[in-house]
């Protein structure tokens, strides 16, 4: 990508309805997922009452933004259709806004009908697992609104994603996706991108191993990187456990990940992670 291409993009702020937040000390994604069937906690916070106490939880324990799901895409899950996306979306996005005014929401969707809905609703930016890949129709709504681009790198869909993870040279394969991705982006002007490599979707354990150790060169791109590592296989698969027993492994991989470069995890343990940033970016004055 050329270096006018490049300079587009800010590592350190982004800009969310005209305040600036600022990416030079990473920053806490905490997940809410108001569904069914998400892999770690579906099916948990589907009621009012159990999506309030976990919004509070989340804001209360430092999270800077609450990224809002209402269709799990873990490998295999079901494709649910729009509307109910949409009213699982509100539902939550309603609940957060009544506890806070002004924490940044996103929302993680990949339909830019459900992604309008929720903007004009008052979230902040979307988290997009597929680029725009599964709805072309998604960049000509975050340029018209203006808001942060999460970019997530997916071949396949959540369907069938598993069955696609043979790369050339998956380094070089996922530089050359976002290269070109935030080229074009540059091009229509959507002017604040995010991109996340996408542990666990289309990608072995090994390959997630790999990908994590090399973040660094991601940098290179010269865009905020996000890392949603929390609870997934890479943790508990390799060390012979559950989504619910790897807290600590979520910990260890955030560091790494922390320590090569990354602005921002997206995580379900907030306490947790903001205690990880906290000891990394400790100075004893």
Wanted: proline letters at 3%.
């Amino acid at each position: 990508m050329a270096s006018k291409d490049k300079a587009f993009y800010s590592k350190k702020t982004l800009n969310i309805n005209g305040n600036l937040l600022d990416l030079s000390r990473p920053k806490i994604m905490g997940i809410l997922n108001v569904t069914d069937d998400s892999f770690f906690d579906g099916g948990r916070f589907l009621d009012n009452d159990a999506i309030s106490k976990q919004a509070e939880k989340l804001i209360t324990n430092g999270a800077d933004i609450i990224d809002i799901g209402g269709y799990s895409s873990r490998p295999g899950a079901r494709d649910i259709d729009a509307d109910l996306e949409f009213e699982r979306l509100k539902t939550g996005l309603e609940i957060v806004r009544s506890i806070s005014e002004t924490i940044p929401v996103s929302i993680d969707t990949f339909r830019s009908e459900v992604a309008k809905k929720c903007l004009d609703l008052g979230a902040n930016m979307i988290n997009d697992i597929s680029a725009g890949e599964l709805d072309p129709d998604m960049y000509s709504i975050i340029a018209k609104y203006q808001v942060p681009y999460i970019i997530m790198h997916m071949a396949g869909t959540p369907q069938n994603m598993m069955g696609n993870t043979r790369y050339d040279d998956i380094l070089v394969d996922l530089l050359n996706y976002f290269a070109k991705k935030l080229e074009l982006l540059t091009q229509i002007g959507i002017k604040d991108v995010i991109i996340d490599v996408g542990f666990g979707f289309s990608k072995t354990t090994s390959q997630n191993h790999q990908i994590l150790h090399y973040l660094q060169l991601f940098e290179m791109l010269n865009a905020p990187i996000l890392a949603g590592i929390s609870r997934k296989s890479m943790i508990y698969k390799v060390l012979k456990t559950s989504p619910a027993e790897a807290l600590n492994g979520t910990s260890v991989l955030n560091t790494i990940a922390l320590l090569n470069g990354v602005s921002v995890v997206r995580v379900h343990d907030v306490k947790e992670a903001k205690e990880v940033i906290e000891l990394l970016n400790y100075k004893d004055n």
